[in-house]
Every structure is written in C-alpha cells, then in structure tokens.
C-alpha cells in the first residue's frame, strides 16, 4: 500500500474543509475518482479551486475505467451484496408513487455496468449520465469501488464522511476494521498538531510549501503511520492513553523547536566567537592607521568570521528542523492563525 497519497471518496469534488487542508498537508497527493468528461471540462467540478488543485499536482484524477474492467467479478460481487441486503427492502425505499426517496446521484462511469442492473431490481433510475441510487447502497457502492481501485493501484482509500466508512458491505473485515480505525486516530492527530485556517485563497502556497519541506513532510508522516501501528496493535483500553501521549509529544516538540530556532544566533562556539572578536579588533585598528594591505587583512578576516559563523547557525538550523516532527513545527508557523494562543506561539519563533 502507498504511504505516500490517497484516493478520496465517496464525490468527484473534494469539500473545500480543514479536512481537505489538512490532508493536503499530510499527503503527498489526493487522488479523486472522476468520469472522463471531467478530464476534459475542468468547469464541471463544483468548486472552482479544483481547477488550481488538479494544476499544482496537489489533487490526481482517477478514472474508474481503467480499473473496473479488469477486476474480475467486479459487478457480479457487488450485485451478489445487494440481493442478499436490499431486495426484500426494496419497497421501503419507494414514495407512494414508485419514485425512490433518499437517493444519491453517481456517474455512469464509475457503474459499470452495476447501474442498469440496479434499475432492473428497482433499485435506482437513470437521467443525463447519472444513476440515481438509493443513499445507503450508493454509500456501499462507493466504499466497494474506492476499495478495490484502492488495493489494485496501491492507494489508500480516505474519507471526511464518517457515513461512507460505516457500510454493511465488507470487502476484507479485518483490513476494513483496521483502516477504519486507523483512519479515526490519524483524524483525531491531524485536527490536534495541524492548524486550521480560516481560508486559503492559493493552494499554490501550499504546493511551494510541501516542495520546499518535503523530506519533513516524508519524515512526519514516516513517524506518524509507524505511532499509528503501534497504537492499533496495543490493547483496545489502552487506545486513548496513547494517542493522547502522542499528541502531547508533538505539541513538545513544536514548543521545543520554536524555542532552538528563536535562540538559533546565540550559538556560537569559543573558537569561532574568539575569531569574530579578533578579526573585529584587526578591522578597526586597520581602519584607524589607514594602511590599505591592513585594511584587506582585517576585512577578509573579519568576512571569514562572519561566515564560519552565520554557517554554524544555518547548520544548527538545519539540524533542528531535521529532527522527525519539524514538520509539525513549520505547518504552525507558516499556517497558524492569528489567535492569541497562537501570536504567543508565533513569538516564541521569530
């Protein structure tokens, strides 16, 4: 499975919410499931900052056609589900003039060809390119389709909705259960270490962002999906405990590295802060006798010193941001929001 993107569902369009933020931020990408003629006429995505999501790289259309057809048995197991769960509900799902109620729209491409089959058993109608399916059945498709695109091409299948997740079809119960799981924690630590901004007018910011922090990014996310192993693996009692601890020591280390950074010019070691202090001294005595061979010397001295030390303090810095959740550290510098716990913080990093 990869690590490093994931594929959204249950929609085309991805809400524009701290979720979508957030998860931008974590992941190396978000792949979506999208019909061809969305390739073609960006315009149809109902929110126009798809367009720049989808042109920085932050967000990858996936067509569900070139997977479908070549998983086998695709329909037939899907449909197998539906007669077994919904046939003798059918009529529950009807208003007193036939017409179904409750329903979700899905685009005929991701179907295959399930929507006709779901039309002969009452199940749903079509109109313009769309089924129109009952919402807990669309639910259930969705999380069947994103699942098993997911295991073929290698991504992770993730959601903001907890209703998609919480479907009567069951596609692997144990790897289900896990991804179910696993998925809150990673929820519950992002909503707490990352921060939530108000608005983002240019998600182009937040591709620069991540290029310039990649291996942070890589790094955190390394830590993170390693902690989150760990704490599914524990005893179920023991869940909160440890997420909880997990939490904490990132909220440390942020505070941690805000202090080394606000600090970072007073590191300076004795040899190179003797040289400094020498090269100075050199530099005015030079000036003082105007002797131009002196004044080059202590000049070249005095720039020599500046530099050893300007390049201790960048390699400190270097080697603080190194450290596995800088990456934390530099999402709250960069995209907190002005609150006043915040500007406390802010401070504290300048």
Same mark, same amino acid.
């Given at each position: 499975?990869?690590?490093?993107?994931?594929?959204? !569902?249950?929609?085309?369009?991805?809400?524009?919410?701290?979720?979508?933020?957030?998860?931008?931020?974590?992941?190396?990408?978000?792949?979506?499931?999208?019909?061809?003629?969305?390739?073609?006429?960006?315009?149809?995505?109902?929110?126009?900052?798809?367009?720049?999501?989808?042109?920085?790289?932050?967000?990858?259309?996936?067509?569900?056609?070139?997977?479908?057809?070549?998983?086998?048995?695709?329909?037939?197991?899907?449909?197998?589900?539906?007669?077994?769960?919904?046939?003798?509900?059918?009529?529950? =799902?009807?208003?007193?003039?036939?017409?179904?109620?409750?329903?979700?729209?899905?685009?005929?491409?991701?179907?295959?060809?399930?929507?006709?089959?779901?039309?002969?058993?009452?199940?749903?109608?079509?109109?313009?390119?769309?089924? =129109?399916?009952?919402?807990?059945?669309?639910?259930?498709?969705?999380?069947?389709?994103?699942?098993?695109?997911?295991?073929?091409?290698?991504?992770?299948?993730?959601?903001?909705?907890?209703?998609?997740?919480?479907?009567?079809?069951?596609?692997?119960?144990?790897?289900?259960?896990?991804?179910?799981?696993?998925?809150?924690?990673?929820?519950?630590?992002?909503?707490?270490?990352?921060?939530?901004?108000?608005?983002?007018?240019?998600?182009?910011?937040?591709?620069? !962002?991540?290029?310039?922090?990649?291996?942070?990014?890589?790094?955190?996310?390394?830590?993170?999906?390693?902690?989150?192993?760990?704490?599914?693996?524990?005893?179920?009692?023991?869940?909160?405990?440890?997420?909880? !601890?997990?939490?904490?020591?990132?909220?440390?280390?942020?505070?941690?590295?805000?202090?080394?950074?606000?600090?970072?010019?007073?590191? !300076?070691?004795?040899?190179?802060?003797?040289?400094?202090?020498?090269?100075?001294?050199?530099?005015?005595?030079?000036?003082?006798?105007?002797?131009?061979?002196?004044?080059?010397?202590?000049?070249?001295?005095?720039?020599?010193?500046?530099?050893?030390?300007?390049?201790?303090?960048?390699? =400190?810095?270097?080697?603080?941001?190194?450290?596995?959740?800088?990456?934390?550290?530099?999402?709250?510098?960069?995209?907190?929001?002005?609150?006043?716990?915040?500007?406390?913080?802010?401070?504290?990093?300048?």
């Amino acid at each position: 499975m990869n690590l490093d993107k994931i594929l959204y !569902f249950p929609t085309i369009t991805i809400p524009k919410t701290p979720w979508l933020f957030k998860s931008l931020l974590y992941w190396d990408t978000v792949e979506t499931i999208t019909p061809k003629p969305f390739f073609r006429n960006p315009d149809l995505f109902e929110g126009d900052y798809m367009r720049e999501l989808l042109q920085t790289g932050l967000v990858e259309q996936i067509s569900p056609m070139l997977y479908t057809y070549d998983i086998p048995d695709f329909k037939e197991n899907f449909l197998n589900y539906v007669d077994n769960a919904y046939a003798d509900k059918k009529e529950n =799902y009807k208003r007193k003039d036939g017409n179904l109620v409750h329903v979700s729209k899905i685009h005929l491409e991701k179907m295959h060809e399930i929507g006709n089959s779901l039309v002969e058993r009452e199940l749903a109608f079509y109109r313009d390119g769309w089924y =129109y399916i009952h919402q807990s059945i669309a639910n259930d498709f969705m999380f069947y389709l994103a699942t098993v695109i997911g295991k073929v091409k290698g991504s992770q299948p993730m959601t903001d909705r907890m209703a998609s997740i919480k479907t009567r079809i069951t596609v692997d119960t144990e790897s289900q259960g896990r991804f179910i799981n696993r998925n809150g924690l990673r929820k519950i630590i992002l909503n707490n270490v990352f921060p939530t901004p108000m608005e983002i007018t240019k998600f182009g910011d937040l591709y620069d !962002f991540k290029s310039k922090h990649e291996k942070q990014l890589k790094d955190f996310r390394k830590y993170i999906e390693r902690e989150l192993l760990n704490i599914d693996s524990a005893p179920k009692d023991m869940h909160d405990e440890r997420l909880q !601890f997990l939490i904490n020591e990132i909220e440390e280390e942020k505070c941690s590295i805000a202090e080394k950074m606000r600090d970072k010019w007073k590191v !300076f070691d004795y040899i190179t802060f003797g040289s400094l202090s020498a090269s100075a001294f050199g530099f005015a005595n030079a000036i003082q006798n105007s002797g131009e061979i002196g004044i080059t010397s202590g000049t070249l001295s005095l720039a020599v010193a500046v530099l050893n030390t300007i390049k201790n303090t960048n390699k =400190y810095q270097k080697d603080i941001l190194s450290a596995p959740l800088a990456y934390a550290y530099l999402t709250e510098r960069k995209w907190a929001q002005k609150s006043e716990r915040d500007e406390q913080f802010m401070e504290a990093i300048q």
